[in-house]
């Protein structure tokens, strides 16, 4: 059938025979892919399945709901929950982790989960994607809130699925970043981009620039850089995009490049970044830099991020391992009070960021 073409089954089954020996990691994989291929199929009838629009709903982030967020929820959690290989779940869409019901039997591994990333592109019809992070629950009792806050390195697995014009699913275990394409016809995951790696150089950003009052010196004096061009110490021209939903950028860096940056800004002290870090940050960042990538949040790796709360928000700097450090660099000489011109009056209480992880 697919001469030459592997399945994702197939595929973890080789993965992981050294990794695991107990096909319930893969059994976890397979039944997460199958979440994604039921809201693939759910996306994919846009106005003509009833799911556009929003409910009546607001969740724990402040959000009001979609229909999708709530559906692809319920998939992920249809499709993952009685398997016997979870021992709880983490949801963007839940205030508190989801209990496995007693009547199925528990697992050793945590799945923490973003169901439907970038929902708010889904009535104009932008690519969305579904965002995944796997840990390992190492004790017989069932988990607790803080048994989910652990640092991005204690995972497992990670990824990410895109509805987009095909239906990707790009996942690691830890030996690298592959990209399967979903066959709607069979309804297989093909391996399709195996071992990606994303240039260590870019001439492309990825910020959402209306903030940009907001911003951090260092976040300003880098995309000044980039917008000056070949006219400034860059010498050359970037080229800007920003999609909205971090799948699609950051599956377009992974594809050809780039630096994608949702920074700490002062928009809303009380939130040091938008994005998630335990079910949107920790796994795409696992995920770039088992593709040769860098992950930062602006003061060291995303990775090394420490968990404090289920839904905490962290800054997002990740993709070509060159331009990341450089951004990483800026940030330290703004530390160090060595950026001049950049100090901002603005930001002169520098100990309102620099003691933070
Ligand atoms: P939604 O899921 O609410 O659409 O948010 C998507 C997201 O978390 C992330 O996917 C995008 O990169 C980012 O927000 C876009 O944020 P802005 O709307 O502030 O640009």
New binding site residues.
């Given amino acids: 059938m697919y001469r030459g073409r592997t399945t994702l089954s197939k595929f973890l089954i080789e993965q992981l025979h050294e990794v695991t020996d107990d096909g319930q990691l893969a059994g976890l994989l397979i039944d997460v892919a199958a979440a994604v291929k039921t809201i693939a199929a759910m996306t994919a009838k846009g106005g003509l399945g009833g799911y556009l629009g929003a409910i009546d709903n607001t969740n724990v982030q402040g959000?009001v709901q979609k229909k999708l967020d709530v559906l692809a929820n319920d998939a992920v959690i249809g499709s993952c929950e009685w398997g016997g290989m979870l021992a709880g779940m983490l949801s963007e869409e839940l205030e508190d982790p989801y209990a496995i019901p007693a009547e199925y039997k528990r697992g050793r591994y945590l799945l923490n989960f973003d169901p439907?990333?970038?929902?708010?592109?889904i009535d104009v019809n932008v690519s969305v994607g579904t965002i995944f992070s796997v840990l390992v629950h190492d004790k017989e009792t069932a988990p607790d809130t803080a048994d989910f806050l652990q640092i991005g390195r204690r995972q497992i697995a990670a990824g990410y699925a895109i509805y987009g014009p095909a239906t990707m699913l790009v996942l690691t275990v830890g030996k690298g970043t592959h990209g399967f394409t979903l066959d709607r016809e069979v309804g297989n995951f093909i391996l399709t981009h195996p071992d990606l790696m994303i240039p260590a150089d870019t001439s492309e950003f990825a910020i959402?620039t209306s903030?940009e009052r907001f911003w951090e010196p260092p976040i300003t004096r880098y995309v000044d850089e980039c917008k000056a061009g070949k006219t400034g110490v860059r010498g050359r021209d970037f080229n800007m995009r920003?999609i909205?939903?971090?799948?699609a950028?950051v599956h377009r860096i992974l594809m050809r490049g780039g630096v994608f940056m949702?920074p700490r800004d002062t928009k809303d002290p009380s939130k040091p970044g938008?994005?998630r870090l335990l079910y949107?940050a920790n796994p795409i960042g696992f995920i770039i830099e088992q593709a040769g990538g860098a992950a930062s949040f602006g003061r060291g790796p995303i990775l090394d991020h420490p968990a404090q709360s289920p839904h905490q928000r962290v800054p997002v700097i990740l993709g070509s391992k060159n331009e990341v450090e450089r951004i990483e660099r800026y940030h330290a000489e703004y530390d160090a009070g060595t950026d001049k011109p950049y100090a901002s009056p603005l930001f002169q209480e520098r100990s309102l960021y620099r003691s933070e992880a």
């Fill in positions: 959000e439907l990333d970038g929902s708010s592109n959402n903030n920003w909205a939903s971090m799948v950028d949702y938008r994005l949107e």
